[in-house]
């Protein structure tokens, strides 16, 4: 079993649809968990973290299940410029900074 | 600020070369550093992470390796490139000593294409 999965997609939205993303992680120690943006042919760049409660950024809703050992990503209205692929992020265990990524999902919004 | 660096931005290098690609941090002390690598419609796959000078942790077997000689400088090096080397490959950040919400930072990347 891959420490991080996530769906590949292509997840193909309408502009102003809301789409959400999850991801499963294996190991049940870990303690930090992230989404991540990137862009073709750049580097990632933090989408935001993963926080116990629940958080939100705009537009953006992320989730943490424990128990069943997944994250979640929402998009609400979703714009052109949220095409990119978006990728899970997990530590590995309770004492390290090891930071797993799953493959990513892709999304592309159209018009 | 935090700053990471990390070059050369694109490298195309014949098989059986030697390979070397730095990376330095700024602004910080005592950062993890890693290596990760993208192979074409992949995901990162974690090579090399490293919490001090001289202290680094490989995690697939391969023909690279990865050395810290200063606390803000990494390298990623290989004696003979295989074709299975190409890849974009990313060096990043994070905060030490603290584990939790320990996000990585990476810097630009270097797309290698062995031929």
């Known amino acids: 079993r891959k420490e991080v999965e996530q769906d590949p997609g292509p997840f193909n939205v309408p502009e102003g649809a809301t789409v959400a993303f999850n991801c499963t992680y294996s190991?049940?120690?870990?303690?930090?968990f992230f989404w991540y943006r990137q862009d073709c042919r750049k580097e990632p760049k933090l989408l935001m973290s993963v926080y116990s409660s629940g958080n939100e950024d705009g537009r953006f809703t992320a989730q943490l299940n424990r128990a069943s050992q997944y994250i979640s990503l929402l998009i609400r209205d979703s714009k052109l410029s949220d095409s990119a692929t978006y990728l899970c992020v997990v530590n590995r265990g309770l004492d390290t900074d090891k930071l797993i990524f799953g493959t990513g999902t892709r999304l592309q919004v159209f018009p | 600020s935090q700053t990471i660096h990390q070059w050369p931005a694109t490298l195309v290098q014949p098989v059986g070369s030697p390979l070397s690609l730095e990376c330095t941090v700024e602004g910080t002390s005592n950062p993890n550093l890693y290596w990760y690598r993208q192979a074409a419609g992949r995901g990162l796959q974690l090579l090399f992470y490293s919490v001090g000078i001289g202290q680094i942790s490989s995690e697939v077997p391969q023909n690279l390796s990865a050395s810290r000689p200063q606390d803000r400088q990494f390298i990623l090096s290989s004696k003979k490139l295989l074709l299975s080397d190409s890849g974009f490959y990313l060096c990043?950040?994070?905060?030490?000593?603290?584990?939790?919400?320990?996000?990585?930072?990476f810097g630009q990347g270097t797309r290698l294409t062995v031929v």
């Open positions: 190991n049940s120690a870990s303690q930090s």
């Open positions: 990043a950040w994070s905060r030490g000593g603290q584990v939790l919400e320990s996000e990585a930072f």
